[in-house]
């Protein structure tokens, strides 16, 4: 995934995406997250797993831009 695909993501996304963007297969991905072994936050809702994008983010070295920070002109 590129970083515009990464950055453009939801607040929280379906395993199978965070695997892609980690580039784990969907059986690993799966077996480490029910280990709780996935390597960033993954929440249970359910049958589902949902991955928190920030964490993501912050795995992969991407900050999330920041908005009104110093220096920004309105």
């Known amino acids: 995934m590129s970083r515009a695909e990464l950055l453009a993501l939801p607040a ?3 395993l199978d ?5 980690i580039g784990l297969g969907r059986s690993k991905g799966y077996e480490l997250a029910r280990r709780d072994a996935y390597p960033c936050r993954v929440l249970r809702l359910g049958k589902k797993y949902r991955v928190i994008t920030a964490d993501l983010l912050r795995l992969l070295g991407i ?3 920041v908005e009104g920070g ?5």
């Open 63 to 65: 900050g999330l831009p």
């Open 70 to 74: 110093i220096g920004d002109v309105a």
């Open 17 to 21: 995406t965070a695997n892609r963007a």
């Open 12 to 14: 929280a996304i379906d």
